[in-house]
């Protein structure tokens, strides 16, 4: 069974700070990994999703890593904004026939002014 | 990108009463859905898994009576909690995997959230 651990649980930084999200995650066995965002009583919004094959992925500020054989990612953020405030999920997906979802606990980011 | 509606975004209920979420994946079609619940602070719990045409597969724990889950069409599922009581109060995420292409992939909705009086 995927268990999902994200460090730190939760991180307040000021503006302007480039930061660091880890997630492990057991099962290695993995078709990709998701990182989502999800805001206080929201749903998720899809930030980065990399493919097994490959290392790393990055969008505009955010660039998340994949060490598939280790079983760890790491989303970096650059240059927070207090709109980067959230909480941050990282979600491996098995895939086959299973398309089951882990989700751990996430990190809350909260990024001040 | 794929958009996946859910709705209501936020109902309120008195104990008793049952309460229907529908799921709809607006520029794609999804045989399979998924329902998943969030507690404050929680992570979020998949509850079960709906395939359009057949019966959803619940989750351990999951009261398949309580919560009725309706995939009559490759964009809709629905979720209905019956008989709702307050300890049913949580928010509810939906998710749909497109058919055919991109299989390995799961667009959420932007979630319901219930409180039963």
């Known amino acids: 069974k995927q268990e999902v651990t994200q460090i730190p649980a939760a991180l307040s930084v000021p503006e302007g700070e480039n930061l660091v999200l880890n997630c492990s995650f057991t099962?290695?066995?993995?078709?990709?990994l998701q990182w989502f965002r999800q805001d206080p009583g929201k749903g998720l919004t899809s930030l980065l999703l990399?493919?097994?094959?490959?290392r790393e992925q990055t969008s505009g500020r955010l660039n998340a890593s994949l060490d598939k054989s280790s079983g760890r990612s790491t989303l970096y953020i650059a240059a927070s904004q207090p709109g980067d405030s959230a909480t941050y999920l990282c979600?491996?997906?098995?895939?086959?026939?299973?398309?089951?979802?882990?989700f751990g606990k996430g990190t809350l980011l909260t990024v001040n002014p | 990108g794929a958009v996946v509606s859910q709705h209501p975004s936020w109902v309120i209920c008195k104990s008793g009463t049952s309460v229907k979420i529908e799921c709809r994946s607006l520029?794609?079609?999804?045989?399979?859905m998924f329902w998943y619940r969030q507690f404050p602070k929680q992570s979020l719990m998949l509850m079960a898994t709906?395939?359009?045409?057949?019966?959803?597969?619940?989750e351990q724990g999951v009261e398949k009576d309580k919560f009725l889950i309706n995939h009559a069409s490759l964009t809709l599922s629905t979720l209905t909690v019956t008989s709702a009581h307050p300890e049913d109060s949580s928010f509810y995420i939906c998710?749909?995997?497109?058919?055919?292409?991109?299989?390995?992939?799961?667009?959420f909705g932007a979630g319901t959230r219930l409180s039963v009086l």
């Open positions: 709906s395939n359009e045409g057949s019966k959803a597969t619940y």
């Open positions: 099962d290695s066995a993995i078709y990709n």
């Open positions: 990399i493919q097994s094959s490959q």
């Open positions: 998710s749909a995997r497109p058919s055919g292409r991109t299989k390995n992939i799961q667009y």
């Open positions: 520029d794609f079609q999804a045989t399979t």
């Open positions: 979600v491996p997906f098995r895939g086959g026939s299973n398309y089951k979802l882990t």
